[in-house]
């Protein structure tokens, strides 16, 4: 019994990626200061008084000189400036998805991978009869790995873990599915 | 005289703050003081407004016996659509005075968690 | 969940990304491509000569023209800034449901779907943490449940749990009430790494 699906699947897409408010607010920051900057000497300049750090006829020499400049310090800074640039311009093209899955049902859900690998780990764990402590998992978009450290001497079902994850994960639905993998360490731990 | 008319109309507005008062209280199951009444004259009738909590049964008791609803009175929307025309209703009656509007905002729950006792 | 225009943020990233990528090519090109410094010189050289009224005469001040241009569109440019920086989230609302019409209206505050909802999922072993908030999704308030999951809960337990308390808080009020649920919790260490200790 689910109400406006349409609407809250834009909101459910909307949690699976970055809003990029963050790096958005830092160059807009970034921005203020420096146009504050500019502003201010222009208007220091109106009013006759002395520059702060850069008038504007002193900026529009530096402009007019530029080529004069040495190379080396040119180049330096030119290739750090477009480098920001490209930065910016895949911050801002890129996806930006974040660490979390879709459990589907009547209410949407969003759920963070990190509670999934905790569930992965826990089956893990059961199934091998250990202590969740000796089991790390790792979930990424479409795949998660679960480690489990066994205790010295006592072997563990390699299958029946994989089995118990598989099943675990399937009966999560996510959205997109994760192929799951167990990796058995070697080396146990004594007790 | 003028003052004795304005005195009556102060306990009138009064007498029927009280009036939108306990039936509102009644209807949503609440105490008559956690709710707060506003009479306005809108183009020579009346606008009420109303500000309470209502009380509800829990989500798990709604879960270990559904019928619990309905003996509660309906659902939130329902008790609060029925004490809107209930308050119109007895103001009219009471006062002889049109209602132009009722407007009932539910401000919090009180949930009932234990089985009521009757 | 909240108002925050995403496009926007984007937009801006990539207008700025761009103006910087051009801005660091100009030294570069000055640098690599020798008629490329050669046009600057000469252009300035002919701009210092001959310089237009506006560009060169100080008006105010040691200010010319275009100097005070500058400085009035520093400062709408800094109002901008400053409204896109300070416009960020918001969306929330108090309100879960509203109706009116001719006779009247009815609203329920936000505080009646979070009594209902904390007081049952708060219990459940499941979760050590339940918060609910609303947010308005193009004018309809939506609710949004945020439910911390303990160590190795699944959350498809989870899930159909809150949404079977969401499907009974809908029978409680009698209207369907849009809700999203976010899982959080579960271990201790990393972003997406269980190392349950």
Not at chain 3, 10 to 21: I, N
Not at chain 3, 25 to 48: D, E, G, N
Request: aromatic share 2%; hydrophobic share 50%.
């Amino acid at each position: 019994m689910s109400a406006a699906p349409r609407l809250v699947k834009r909101v459910v897409r909307r949690e699976l990626h970055s809003s990029r408010s963050g790096a958005a607010v830092v160059v807009a920051l970034l921005a203020l200061l420096a146009t504050a900057w500019i502003g201010t000497e222009a208007v220091l300049a109106a009013l006759g008084r002395p520059a702060l750090l850069l008038s504007p006829a002193a900026m529009a020499a530096g402009v007019r000189a530029l080529p004069s400049v040495q190379p080396t310090p040119l180049v330096v800074a030119g290739a750090v400036l477009a480098l920001v640039g490209v930065v910016l311009l895949v911050l801002a093209v890129a996806p930006g998805r974040r660490a979390r899955h879709v459990v589907p049902g009547t209410t949407p859900t969003v759920v963070e991978d990190a509670v999934v690998a905790s569930s992965l780990v826990r089956a893990a764990a059961d199934a091998a009869g250990l202590d969740p402590d000796r089991a790390v998992a790792v979930v990424g978009r479409r795949s998660a790995l679960v480690r489990v450290t066994p205790t010295s001497g006592i072997a563990v079902d390699r299958g029946e873990i994989e089995k118990a994850v598989a099943d675990r994960a399937a009966s999560l639905r996510l959205q997109p599915a994760i192929r799951t993998r167990v990796a058995v360490d070697r080396k146990g731990k004594i007790a | 005289m003028s003052t004795d008319a304005r005195g009556r109309d102060v306990v009138a507005a009064k007498a029927m703050e009280s009036v939108v008062r306990a039936v509102t209280a009644d209807a949503l199951g609440v105490a008559s003081k956690s709710v707060q009444a506003d009479l306005d004259d809108d183009g020579g009738r009346l606008a009420i407004a109303v500000r309470a909590p209502i009380r509800v049964v829990s989500i798990d008791r709604l879960q270990r016996e559904p019928a619990a609803l309905e003996r509660s009175g309906g659902s939130v929307l329902d008790r609060t659509a029925t004490a809107e025309r209930t308050i119109a209703a007895r103001v009219t009656e009471l006062t002889g005075s049109a209602v132009r509007r009722v407007g009932v905002r539910i401000t919090g729950a009180d949930v009932s968690t234990e089985r009521r006792v009757r | 969940m909240n108002a925050t225009n995403r496009g926007l943020n984007r937009l801006f990233l990539g207008v700025t990304g761009l103006l910087l990528l051009a801005a660091g090519a100009v030294p570069i090109l000055l640098v690599t491509l020798a008629p490329v410094a050669q046009r600057w010189r000469s252009t300035a050289r002919s701009l210092s000569g001959s310089a237009p009224d506006w560009v060169a005469r100080p008006v105010t001040g040691s200010a010319s023209a275009l100097v005070l241009g500058i400085a009035a569109a520093a400062l709408v440019l800094v109002v901008l800034l400053l409204v896109f920086v300070l416009r960020r989230g918001g969306g929330r609302t108090g309100t879960a449901v509203e109706r009116s019409d001719e006779a009247g209206s009815t609203r329920l505050d936000l505080a009646v779907p979070r009594a209902l909802l904390e007081q049952h999922l708060g219990a459940r072993d499941e979760f050590s943490g339940v918060h609910v908030a609303a947010y308005a999704v193009r004018g309809v308030p939506v609710l949004s449940i945020s439910a911390r999951c303990r160590r190795g809960v699944s959350p498809a337990d989870a899930a159909e749990l809150i949404g079977r308390a969401v499907d009974d808080l809908g029978r409680i009020v009698g209207a369907e009430l849009p809700a999203l649920v976010r899982l959080s919790g579960g271990f201790r260490l990393g972003r997406n790494t269980a190392r349950v200790a």
